[in-house]
Every structure is written in C-alpha cells, then in structure tokens.
C-alpha cells in the first residue's frame, strides 16, 4: 500500500493521519464506484507546516458553520412560536437546514494526525522548526 501525502499528494513517508468518518465514507463511496486506491494517508514532514495551516483553517471554519447552524435552528424553532405558535414542519426545515449548513465543513475536511508517540514528536519537532 502505497503512503500518499494529503498535502502534496506524492507518494512519501510521513506521520499517519486519522481515519475518521469523512475518510472512511469517502473509502466507500470510493469502493462503491471501483474507484479506491486504497492508499495510506499521510503528512510528509515537509508539508508539516502547511498542514498545521489548514487543519487550523478547517476547525475555525468547523466552528464557524456550526454556530451559524444553531442561529439558524434557533431562528426557525423560536419566530415560529413568537409569531402564529408551534410549527412542525418549520422544526425539520430548521434541522434540515442546519445540517446542511455542518455538512459543507466536509469540502474543506482536514484530517486529525493519528495519535502515536512518533507523530507527537514529528508535530513538535515541526513546531520548533516554525518558531
């Protein structure tokens, strides 16, 4: 199985990432359709830098969309009431709709490094190199 880096997308040796429920439904779907290469995902220790980046990108950007999920759900559950009462079917378009709005962080999905003593010092070692 060939290690490919998630950053630069060549094939390199680097520090694991997680497989989490993003990368394993995208394994699937992939599998579905005859299209996986099954390769093992990794971050080389030249993109350490770039990807400290966006998997900070990706959780301010996580957090961002869910915030604005809870205002919306809270504006759809809460004006119905204040205006004519109790509304089912203004609930499920405001779940509805608030999963929609978490659901589109997966286009800018940026994996965890798995959690093993050597991606710990890799990930040190990357941030002494910044500083």
Same mark, same amino acid.
């Given at each position: 199985?060939?290690?490919?880096?998630?950053?630069?997308?060549?094939?390199?040796?680097?520090?694991?990432?997680?497989?989490?429920?993003?990368?394993?439904?995208?394994?699937?779907?992939?599998?579905?359709?005859?299209? &996986?290469?099954?390769? #093992? %995902?990794? $971050?080389?220790?030249? *993109?350490?830098?770039?990807?400290?980046? /966006?998997?900070? !990108?990706? +959780?301010?950007?996580?957090?961002?969309?869910?915030?604005?999920?809870?205002?919306?759900?809270?504006?759809?559950?809460?004006?119905?009431?204040?205006?004519?009462?109790?509304?089912?079917?203004?609930?499920?378009?405001?779940?509805?709709?608030? &999963?929609?709005?978490? #659901? %589109?962080? $997966?286009?800018?999905? *940026?994996?965890?490094?798995?959690?093993? /003593?050597?991606? !710990?010092? +890799?990930?040190?070692?990357?941030?002494?190199?910044?500083?």
């Amino acid at each position: 199985m060939a290690k490919v880096c998630i950053i630069c997308y060549q094939e390199k040796n680097g520090v694991p990432v997680q497989d989490d429920a993003v990368i394993r439904a995208i394994r699937s779907i992939k599998q579905r359709l005859h299209m &996986a290469k099954n390769n #093992a %995902l990794v $971050v080389c220790a030249g *993109c350490m830098e770039a990807y400290q980046k /966006k998997r900070q !990108k990706y +959780e301010r950007d996580l957090v961002m969309h869910v915030v604005l999920a809870g205002v919306v759900l809270v504006v759809f559950v809460l004006a119905p009431i204040f205006t004519s009462g109790f509304s089912i079917p203004a609930i499920v378009l405001g779940v509805l709709l608030a &999963a929609l709005i978490v #659901a %589109l962080s $997966v286009f800018s999905h *940026c994996p965890k490094i798995a959690g093993g /003593k050597e991606e !710990k010092k +890799e990930t040190a070692k990357a941030e002494k190199r910044k500083k």
